[in-house]
């Protein structure tokens, strides 16, 4: 009698699993811009997830009540007959938001979470916060209606390594304000750092993060591969590749404090391709592909339903999804960009094989 008889549970486990079907997931970071940019970019998206963040960097961003209730209007009526998808709006914050409004949006349910950009952090954040101090009154309402706070964490000081924005912010921001309002619920938006996931794992009864498709795959080194990579360069930037593998155990590791947000960031071809390109990447159309490969390459499928689909609506307070999709090991390929009038969004592993495919 050979080992593999005597050990016939091994044998069956290393068996790979070539389908896996999970409840209808979310993606709690999207921008789906406006206009024929929302048209041609939200399809994908909602091909893919059932319900979704929209952040509110839009010109001029989304501070109003009456103006996220316009922006979700636009959404759904931008949204193809047959797909069913939910946007989530969330309010930009400003120096000047006043908590009366905050509030009301949110017991109105026209909102669910407030964006907070360090002004000049990132695209169209230069009307966002300059002192996260004089915002305090906002926060404390924040705290005390539940309404989670979402943070583009990195710091603004053009002195700052651009690699260290986060790390600078995580020291002097993030943690003195998870001290100041300890009953806040806050989730840092795309991590990128090894030490800031241990900071979210410190506070995890009320603090979450989102990981990216694309920071999973993609180190710093990425960028500069053969020449400037345009379409991969978005904020936080893309770290070492120590940052990467802390970010795959994270996201892999089952821990609730972790879950999906794409952070999609489409900008038409000329406004990368340029002498001073625009941070966003478009990962939309390839995002579950790219997850699942990623938790299959960890060998931990059985830990990307709890990532992509039930983590993110327990920290929101929000029931998981009722129907499911299914994704199997089966080879696919994406477009290399996506039309918007007469250009074009490039995508994120566009024209490359995949190894998994939405069923
Ligand atoms: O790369 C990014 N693009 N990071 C952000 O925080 C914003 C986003 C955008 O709006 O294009
Ligand atoms: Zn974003």
């Known amino acids: 009698m050979g080992v593999a008889e005597l050990f016939p549970a091994e044998r069956q486990e290393a068996k790979p699993v070539d389908r896996i079907t999970i409840r209808r997931p979310d993606d709690w970071h999207i921008h789906l811009r406006d206009g024929a940019m929302l048209k041609a970019v939200l399809p994908y998206t909602a091909a893919q997830f059932a319900r979704g963040i929209i952040m509110p960097n839009l010109v001029p961003p989304v501070t109003t009540v009456a103006a996220a209730q316009a922006y979700r209007e636009r959404i759904l009526a931008a949204l193809p007959a047959g797909l069913d998808f939910t946007p989530l709006m969330t309010c930009y914050l400003r120096d000047d938001t006043d908590p009366d409004e905050i509030e009301r949006g949110f017991k109105d349910k026209v909102w669910v979470a407030a964006k907070l950009y360090p002004a000049g952090a990132t695209t169209n954040s230069h009307a966002g916060v300059t002192d996260i101090l004089g915002i305090a009154p906002v926060l404390e309402r924040m705290e005390r209606i539940g309404m989670p706070l979402l943070i583009h964490g990195e710091a603004t000081d053009p002195e700052i390594d651009i690699f260290d924005r986060e790390a600078a912010f995580m020291e002097g921001s993030l943690i003195p304000l998870l001290g100041r309002h300890q009953g806040l619920k806050v989730t840092v938006e795309h991590a990128t750092t090894a030490e800031i996931l241990d900071v979210v794992r410190e506070h995890r009864s ?154």
């Open 206 to 359: 009320r603090c979450a993060a989102t990981i990216t498709p694309h920071h999973l795959v993609i180190n710093r080194t990425h960028i500069f591969q053969g020449g400037l990579r345009p379409h991969l360069y978005c904020l936080p930037v893309a770290k070492r590749e120590r940052h990467r593998l802390a970010l795959r155990a994270a996201a892999t590791s089952g821990e609730a404090c972790f879950y999906l947000g794409t952070d999609t960031a489409p900008h038409v071809r000329g406004a990368k391709e340029a002498s001073c390109g625009c941070a966003g990447v478009f990962c939309g159309p390839s995002a579950l592909q790219t997850y699942v490969q990623v938790f299959d390459e960890e060998g931990a499928l059985d830990k990307f339903e709890a990532f992509a689909s039930l983590n993110g609506a327990r920290f929101h307070g929000l029931e998981p999804n009722a129907g499911t999709v299914t994704l199997e090991r089966r080879e696919s390929r994406i477009a290399e960009a996506v039309a918007v009038d007469d250009t074009a969004v490039v995508v994120f592993r566009g024209e490359e094989t995949l190894p998994w495919s939405v069923a």
